[in-house]
Every structure is written in C-alpha cells, then in structure tokens.
C-alpha cells in the first residue's frame, strides 16, 4: 500500500526519478477556460502540476467585484474561486486533480481566508502564501493584521484539509517584488516564512526563490535556502526548494524570453530545486493563453532534461548569500517569542528592509544595484544588521530613466543575445 | 534631466484591485523630473479613498496607473465615482498602463473612460504623450474648463 498522496510527496517522487516539476501561473476567470486549461497543462511532456491562479478582486477581498465582473463577462487576470460555487470548481477539478497531477492555488491575498475555506471545500490541499510576502508586495494592509491573518490562515488550512489529506504551503518570501531584491535577504524571508508556517501548524512546505540577474549568486542563494532550511526547520515538517522563473520586468521578444526560462530550468536542477514556475513568452505584454503556458512547460522540462544534477557535496559552503541570509535571520529570531511578532518587530526597526517597497511598514532606507560582474548588492543597507557598503563617491539619485534602465537590465540582456 | 519647478500638484495613484507598484515609483519620478510636487497614494487605491484624496491635496492632476488587466474597469469606477459621486470633482484625470487583458488597446473601453470624465486613455508605451501633457502650456486650466462645460 502507498503512502497518502500529496503534494510534496508527489514532487520528491518525480525527484525521485531525476525528474524537475514544472508548473505554470495559469489562471482565467471562467471555469470552461480553466478546465481546458488545466487538462492541456495534465497532458504537457513532462512531469508537471496544476495551478489556479486568483484574479486581483478576489485577491483583495472584493467578492462583490468579481461576481459583478463575471456577471459582465468581462475577461478576469485569474480564476475566481471564492465566487464560483464549490460544486463548479469541484466539477471542473473532477477526473483532473490525481495522485500524478496535484493543483495548487496560488493568490496574493493578505485576507486568505474566503480563498482557503474555497480551495479546501474543492477539495484541494495544497496553496501559496506569507505573512510578510502576501502582504508588502501586495496592497496596503498593514502587516500586523497580515500576520494575525496568516496565522489564523495556516491553522485554518490544517483544520479544513485534515488527515489523511495533507496540507501544503508554499512561501512567497524568495520573491516579493519581484526585483532588485538582493538574495540574502529573499533567502532570509523564505525561511522565516517557512517557520512562520510550521510554528501554525503546517507540517509540509515549499520555500521559493526567484531568479535574479546573476546565475552564480541565484545557485548560491538556492544552496544557502536548503542549507537553512535543514539547519532550521523543525525535522518532522517535510519541504523542498521551489524555483521561479524570473519574476521582474520579462525579455519583449520571443527568444529573448526563452532564453531566460531555459537558463531558469538549469538553475533550477544545477543548484538543487524540486520545482519550477515558469513564465511564458507573453509575459511582458499580456496574460498568457493555455498554449503559450504549455509551450513554456515544455521548453522549460527539455531544458531541465538536459542539465546534470549537481554533484553530492558542495553544500556546506558558507556562500556570500548564505551569510547574509544567517545574519538576517539571526537578528530576527534573536530577541525569541513568535516567528509573526519577531517579523513585525524586524520591519519596524528596519532590520528587515525591502529596497524599492512602498508599503508604509517597510522602512525604506535600503537601495540595491546591479554590480558590473552582474551580481545584485545593497549600495545602502539602513539600519540592516549588514555591513555598511564600502563606496567611492556617493550612491547616485534614483531617477526615471535610472530605474527604467536597472528594472529592464535582465530583458535587455536576453533580448539582445545574437 | 529636471525642469524648473511649475508649482503644482500631481497625484499618482494605482486602482483598486491592482497591488503593483513599479510603475507608481516611476511615474511619481518621471512626474517629478516635469517639474511637479507629486503625492503618490500607492496601490489597490479605493474610489472612496481616492476621492477623498483629492479633497485633501487638492491637485492639479491625477494620473492613474494600472497594470494588471482591471484597468479599464477599475478606472471607470474611480473616474465615475470622482465625477459623479459625493463631493463630486473636475480636476483632470489621465489614465494609462496595461489596461486590459489582452496585450492591446479596447478603443471601445476607452471611450468608456472618455465618456465618464477621463481627459486622456494611454497605452503603456505614451510616456511622451503624457510628458507632452504635462509640459504644454496650462494644461490643468484647459482641461478644467472642459470639464466644468460638461457636468452641466
Ligand atoms: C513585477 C511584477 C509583479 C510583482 C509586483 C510587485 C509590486 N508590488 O509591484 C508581483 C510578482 C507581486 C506581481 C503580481 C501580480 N501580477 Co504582475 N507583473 C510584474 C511584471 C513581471 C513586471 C512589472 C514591472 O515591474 N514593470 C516595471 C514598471 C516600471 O513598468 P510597468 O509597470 O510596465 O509600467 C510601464 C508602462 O505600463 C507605462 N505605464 C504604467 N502606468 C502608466 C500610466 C500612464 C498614464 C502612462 C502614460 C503610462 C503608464 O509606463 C511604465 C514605464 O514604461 C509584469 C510583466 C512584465 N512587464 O514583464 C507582470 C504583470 C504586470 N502582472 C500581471 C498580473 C496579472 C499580476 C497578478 C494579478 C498575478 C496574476 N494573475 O498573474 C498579480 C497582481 C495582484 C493584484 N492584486 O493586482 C500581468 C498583467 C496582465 C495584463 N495587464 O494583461 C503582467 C503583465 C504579467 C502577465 N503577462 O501576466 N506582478
């Protein structure tokens, strides 16, 4: 007899057998589109799992919103699962979701609960999230009642999909937004993210990392979050690394964007994740249709196919990012008490400091660049528990074209390969 | 390049539904680069919390941005509510960015916007429509006393 089925199991059996899961951010407002969706991405070559993406009404708790826009027939940016009935969702899941084909929410919602309460009575297990990740990148709700909900979210989750069903959350910390966020720190909130998660409840996780602009410092940071991961988590909570393609401004050009998906899968398998989100050569004008999501999987599971898995034994390295995702965890977990209280604690005094974030309880004294090797640095580090930056002359005025230049630097470069 | 200051008031704001905010950031500097103060209100903006916004900063302009597919709609209901709702306004209004799902521009959506109140309907490409908005002579006064025509 096998084990129950779930999520995580069923990415450490494709690892298993040496394979990468791939899986796109699909998600389309009616249930046909989805489910045609759905069985396109089932049937891709490849070893890969579903997702329903949550349009942006839902995402900020407008139920009205999103039934009003379904009543119109206006064209949605994500399924919306809070508003279609369950029996729909159920039905268009049903002979789709198996042991070999898991789907897993994913939204963006510092109010998770309507969206939780609906994934569970679909019957689905397995969603992505944050206290700190679904919340700063994501609107204006201030991040202590982010984290007072995430907490009642994770318990929420475990109550609703209870044994033997397992459930599954993914942290959205290795990304936020998206940009110009240096490794450390993305490696350092997956992390705290990934105990917040554990210390609520949830004993099977996946922590991200996005892709940045330097391949060397992405397979370091990915190490240093298994390495942390391992030093950190309590043993009984079982987890894997997620990659995601680059989550910034995208390549314009068909080529150019492949590129950067391929160079995504080899990272993925060169430095030791589970599982790749891809991102399609549409990205940077529109949402993607069904073909171009398979299209992506495809391209990005040839890729994986034909990259060797690293060496056994070069983990311990303490890396430049592994360093500094140690110190910035080290700070916020020193003081001791709840992971969600330390995190707040962190932001407030600006240990934890995202450059470029609006959200009024981000500090904002931090600012990264790209260095001339490639690699993303801090050139100013506020009140970080990070060594001050060492410059020559002063950190140049951020203007419009300087920030348009340094956000498109990653598209630049693939678009422009010969 | 910056140009002299002009003394007025920019509000930049996103919509209702929409959490991204590269593009505020950048707005706000290139609106600033123009020569105006800039209040930037962030993302996923309310009508109700927009409109009061502007009875506070009083501005002589706001630019809407939206980029994550809603655009067209959210933007209809922020323009109607500004215009029509309680403590109804006329200062000129601009939106742009990725207004709908489909990588291409709704002319009948942006009529919709017109209609309401909307001064101009850009694309995600028109900077240099939208800085030639802003730097020709008296733009706010212009398109103010259009405005106080039509709400008759
Ligand atoms: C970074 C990013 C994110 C980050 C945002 C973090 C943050 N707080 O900002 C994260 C990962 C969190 C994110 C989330 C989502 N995203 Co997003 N995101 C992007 C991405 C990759 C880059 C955006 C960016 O940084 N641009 C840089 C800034 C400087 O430029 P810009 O925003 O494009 O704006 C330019 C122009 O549009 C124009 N412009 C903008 N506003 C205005 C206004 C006026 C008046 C004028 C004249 C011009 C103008 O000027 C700017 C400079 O050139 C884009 C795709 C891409 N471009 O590659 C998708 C994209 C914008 N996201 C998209 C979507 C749908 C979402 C989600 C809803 C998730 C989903 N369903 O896929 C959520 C948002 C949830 C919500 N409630 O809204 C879609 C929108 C689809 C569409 N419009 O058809 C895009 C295009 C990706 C895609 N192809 O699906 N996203």
């Given at each position: 007899m096998s084990a129950p089925q779930s999520f995580g199991r069923f990415v450490a059996r494709a690892a298993a057998g040496g394979g990468l899961v791939v899986q796109p951010r699909m998600g389309f407002g009616?249930?046909?589109?989805?489910?045609?969706?759905?069985?396109?991405?089932?049937?891709?070559?490849?070893?890969?799992?579903?997702?329903?993406?949550?349009?942006?009404?839902?995402?900020?708790?407008?139920?009205?919103?999103?039934?009003?826009?379904?009543?119109?027939?206006?064209?949605?940016?994500g399924y919306p699962i809070a508003t279609h009935p369950p029996a729909v969702t159920r039905e268009l899941l049903d002979g789709i979701t198996a042991a070999d084909f898991p789907v897993q929410v994913r939204h963006g919602s510092s109010r998770p609960e309507p969206i939780i309460r609906a994934l569970a009575a679909a019957g689905l297990d397995a969603t992505e999230g944050g206290p700190v990740s679904y919340c700063l990148p994501y609107g204006r709700t201030p991040l202590r009642e982010s984290v007072d909900n995430w907490a009642r979210g994770c318990e929420l989750l475990a109550e609703l999909v209870p044994a033997p069903r397992t459930p599954h959350l993914e942290t959205f910390g290795g990304c936020m937004l998206g940009q110009l966020c240096p490794p450390g720190l993305l490696v350092a909130l997956s992390v705290l993210e990934g105990l917040f998660f554990a210390e609520h409840g949830i004993g099977e996780l996946s922590l991200s990392y996005a892709q940045q602009t330097d391949a060397g410092q992405d397979a370091e940071a990915v190490r240093a979050l298994r390495r942390l991961a391992?030093?950190?988590?309590?043993?009984?909570?079982?987890?894997?690394?997620?990659?995601?393609?680059?989550?910034?401004?995208?390549?314009?050009?068909?080529?150019?964007?492949?590129?950067?998906?391929?160079?995504?899968?080899?990272?993925?398998?060169?430095?030791?994740?589970?599982?790749?989100?891809?991102?399609?050569?549409?990205?940077?004008?529109?949402?993607?249709t069904v073909a171009e999501n398979v299209r992506a999987l495809e391209i990005a599971a040839a890729a994986a196919a034909l990259t060797e898995p690293p060496a056994a034994g070069d983990e311990s390295a303490d890396s430049e990012v592994y360093l500094e995702a140690r110190a910035f965890v080290g700070a916020v977990l020193d003081g001791g008490g709840p992971v969600g209280t330390a995190l707040r604690t962190a932001f407030a005094r600006g240990w934890l400091d995202v450059p470029y974030c609006l959200h009024p309880?981000?500090?904002?004294?931090?600012?990264?660049?790209?260095?001339?090797?490639?690699?993303?640095?801090?050139?100013?580090?506020g009140s970080m528990p990070l060594a001050p930056v060492r410059r020559s002359g002063r950190v140049p005025e951020l203007t419009a074209d300087g920030l348009l230049a340094a956000v498109h630097a990653v598209a630049r470069r693939y678009d422009h390969v010969a | 390049m910056s140009l002299p200051p002009t003394g007025q008031t920019v509000l930049v704001t996103g919509t209702a539904s929409d959490s991204h905010t590269w593009n505020l950031v950048y707005l706000q500097l290139f609106?600033?680069?123009?020569?105006?103060?800039?209040?930037?209100?962030?993302?996923?903006?309310?009508?109700?919390l927009l409109a009061e916004a502007c009875r506070v900063h009083r501005p002589d302009l706001v630019v809407i941005s939206s980029v994550n597919g809603h655009g067209y709609r959210d933007g209809l209901s922020a323009?109607?509510?500004?215009?029509?709702?309680?403590?109804?306004?006329?200062?000129?209004?601009?939106?742009?960015?990725?207004?709908g799902v489909l990588g291409?521009?709704?002319?009948?959506?942006?009529?919709?916007?017109?209609?309401?109140?909307?001064?101009?309907?850009?694309?995600?490409?028109?900077?240099?429509?939208?800085?030639?908005?802003?730097?020709?002579?008296?733009?706010?006064?212009?398109?103010?006393?259009?405005?106080?025509?039509?709400?008759?």
């Open positions: 009616t249930p046909r589109l989805m489910r045609a969706g759905l069985e396109r991405v089932r049937a891709a070559a490849g070893s890969t799992a579903g997702t329903l993406t949550i349009d942006s009404y839902t995402r900020v708790g407008d139920l009205a919103a999103a039934g009003a826009a379904l009543a119109e027939g206006a064209a949605l940016n391992a030093e950190l988590l309590p043993p009984r909570v079982e987890w894997h690394v997620v990659l995601y393609t680059y989550m910034g401004v995208y390549p314009g050009t068909r080529a150019g964007a492949d590129r950067l998906l391929e160079a995504s899968a080899r990272l993925a398998v060169r430095s030791g994740a589970r599982r790749l989100i891809v991102k399609t050569a549409a990205e940077a004008h529109r949402i993607p309880d981000n500090a904002g004294r931090s600012r990264s660049v790209i260095d001339p090797t490639g690699r993303l640095r801090w050139s100013r580090t | 609106v600033e680069e123009l020569g105006y103060r800039v209040v930037n209100l962030g993302p996923c903006v309310t009508d109700d323009v109607t509510r500004l215009r029509r709702g309680p403590g109804r306004s006329d200062i000129p209004v601009v939106i742009g960015g990725k207004l291409e521009r709704s002319p009948e959506a942006a009529a919709r916007l017109l209609a309401a109140g909307c001064d101009a309907v850009f694309d995600d490409a028109d900077l240099d429509a939208l800085r030639e908005f802003l730097t020709r002579p008296a733009a706010g006064a212009r398109t103010a006393h259009r405005h106080a025509g039509s709400t008759v």
